[in-house]
């Protein structure tokens, strides 16, 4: 039977049986009518699972109608005959093939609907609208700025070529990525109006991202009074070139503390100290900040010392600095920790090749790994992986020293297995590293709280570097020869670089609220000489004074100007810091001197106080 003969009732005989109002038996116009056709969707597609075709009544003479099919899931299929003549139903989408059940039941089709890979690939198609019908476009006022913009229905490749050159960029690819075959084959699948792009087009295009962040960032820094800048050469091992990378900090107008890497140049041979000057000047000039320069850190190095000199003769020119310059060389406490920290480790430089050595001919098989991992578990030793060090950092020297502590059994057990394994420290040499690393882990504490970028440091410097000095002076008194000679000749080095006072770091702690001037009456008798001590408090105070008065007369003269900006929430790294010994001695040390005197201590106490002290 024709299915578009099935509510034709001219080709069938008028049934003389069953009632008139039977929605089987009733015509096409009240079949079309019937409450069949009203009935809730969903409890259509069950009603459907039993829905009769071909029905033919038990009379000779009267023949059944067909039902039309109601259900959805027809929508989605053809009908058509196999080679034998059998009725087979064919997906629209995907073209698979499925038997005509005789009952009528419809919800294995319906599963495969739901299920259909082409269907659904063409649905999300649409709703991306990469199919020509109309979409809704969101007003920018409706869109988070931080988040990704609305799409408009519309593939452009400019954006596409902007996102591609900032996945470069943020994962360090190399440009000729984009020249990739699979690359564009992947593209291409994902949009195929996507256009293949040559090294130098993505290399362009992150070029010219680079000037348009460089443009926001000049224009933020209208609006910044002051910024520091920290420096730090390289130098290629190849082509022997050396290089200049420098860093600017301020606090922006939310009272955020802000740091950005502003510029990595070349510095032209001999790197002279005039040659550094004329590079970070040039720099500064290009980003419209000379004149608000506060401090420049350094690393200890001659050169760097006489570029300072140089440099303060250039902005002298732009700007009056602050307490006649005093405050704008500020020497970097965590490379002096770093130079001293290498005087220790240089007293057992056999023994540090050594552990480094039988590390890195662990590590560089993956057959020796395994055993040395088997040992550690039948040693029921906790299993952690051992690392390599950094030649030029000696805080990651310390850490591969530290862990591989924890393996001094594994080691000679693993020779006994590898013959070829001739670098095993012996039970001298790791009681050698222990006493190092016990000694050097206040150094690493100390360098990890002053080196944190999220959070201010300026108030900890001056508390951490006195720790490091009352470790030194308590492991003096040592009686072990190997401990005396190797702390003896760290102190020559830290009492060299703390001869005088940082006297920015001092400041720093004076104007943290919790210990104000009495900090350095606290930590001044640790680090000098009593004598010292009060030459180099006097000092300071003076300083305050002086820096005070400078302020007084920059407010007074800028009157006009308003502060912007809402104190912002301290890093919560900060307040992680652990509590220490020396920290509860300085409470104790407020305690005293505020019961001593009975009322509020102020940030300075009177210069005329020095006299009388002295």
């Known amino acids: 039977m024709n299915i578009g003969t099935l509510g034709d009732t001219s080709s069938h005989p008028t049934p003389s049986v069953a009632d008139s109002t039977s929605p089987i038996f009733c015509s096409h116009e009240e079949t079309s009518e019937s409450p069949m056709n009203f009935v809730d969707p969903s409890i259509n597609e069950e009603l459907d699972d039993i829905e009769n075709t071909d029905m033919i009544a038990t009379d000779d003479d009267v023949q059944k109608p067909k039902r039309a099919k109601t259900s959805q899931v027809w929508k989605h299929f053809e009908e058509g005959k196999d080679k034998d003549g059998l009725v087979q139903l064919f997906c629209i989408h995907c073209k698979n093939v499925f038997k005509k059940p005789k009952t009528g039941a419809t919800s294995h089709l319906g599963r495969h609907v739901k299920s259909c890979s082409v269907k659904l690939r063409a649905e999300a198609l649409e709703e ?29 490749m400019e954006k596409v070529k902007v996102e591609i050159a900032k ?47 460089k443009k926001k960032l000049k224009n933020e820094f209208k609006y910044v009074n002051k910024m520091s800048i ?31 890497v502003l510029n990595f140049v070349e510095v032209p041979p001999p790197g002279r100290g005039v040659d550094i000057a004329n590079v970070i000047w040039r720099c500064l000039e290009d980003w419209g900040i000379e ?114 502590i924890r393996f001094r059994d594994v080691f000679p057990r693993y020779a006994d297995r590898d013959r070829l394994y001739l670098d095993c420290p012996s039970p001298s040499d790791w009681e050698k590293v222990v006493k190092v690393c016990s000694l050097l882990e206040v150094f690493w504490k100390a360098t990890h709280v002053i080196s944190g970028s999220n959070y201010p440091t300026s108030n900890l410097f001056l508390q951490e570097v006195v720790r490091v000095k009352v470790e030194l002076d308590n492991k003096s008194q040592s009686s072990d020869d190997f401990i005396y000679d190797m702390v003896n000749s760290m102190k020559r080095k830290f009492d060299k670089y703390w001869e005088k006072s940082n006297l920015l770091m001092a400041i720093a702690a004076v104007l943290d609220p919790r210990y104000k001037m009495m900090a350095l009456e606290f930590f001044f008798p640790k680090l000098y000489s009593p004598e010292k001590a009060v030459t180099e408090l006097a000092f300071v105070r003076r300083t305050l004074y002086d820096l005070y ?65 002295g």
């Not at 001919?361 to 992986?385: A, G, H, M, P």
């Open 128 to 156: 991306r609208g990469s199919l020509t019908q109309s979409h809704i476009s969101f007003p920018k006022s409706n869109v988070d700025p931080s988040s990704v913009s609305a799409f408009d229905g519309k593939f452009d």
């Open 167 to 213: 996945w470069i960029m943020i994962h360090e690819y190399a440009f000729s990525a984009v020249e990739d075959e699979w690359f564009t084959i992947m593209m291409k699948r994902t949009n195929p109006e996507f256009v293949p792009m040559s090294r130098t087009t993505i290399r362009n295009q992150c070029v010219k991202i680079y000037e348009n962040e």
């Open 230 to 260: 920290t420096t730090d050469c390289w130098k290629s091992k190849n082509q022997k070139i050396e290089y200049l990378a420098i860093t600017g900090h301020w606090i922006d107008q939310n009272w955020c503390l802000q740091k950005r």
């Open 291 to 404: 004149g608000k320069i506060h401090t420049v850190s350094v690393d200890n190095a001659s050169a760097n010392d006489s570029a300072i000199e140089n440099l303060k003769v250039f902005i002298r020119s732009k700007k009056k600095l602050l307490c006649g310059g005093s405050l704008f060389h500020v020497r970097c406490c965590a490379h002096i920790l770093n130079l001293v920290a290498q005087d220790g480790l240089s007293e057992i430089k056999n023994v540090i090749e050594c552990v480094c050595d039988s590390v890195d001919y662990i590590r560089r098989s993956d057959s020796r790994l395994k055993v040395f991992i088997e040992i550690v578990k039948q040693l029921n030793l906790r299993e952690r992986k051992l690392i390599d060090d950094c030649k030029t950092r000696w805080n990651s020297t310390y850490e591969m020293l530290a862990i591989a």
């Open 549 to 613: 008065s400078e302020y007084v007369s920059m407010c007074s003269a800028e009157s006009n100007a308003s502060g912007s900006g809402s104190t912002s929430q301290s890093n919560v790294d900060a307040r992680n810091v652990e509590t220490r010994t020396l920290l509860s001695e300085l409470a104790s040390f407020l305690k005293e001197k505020q019961s001593e005197e009975k009322k509020p201590v102020p940030i300075i106490l009177p210069i005329e106080d020095d006299a009388s002290k």
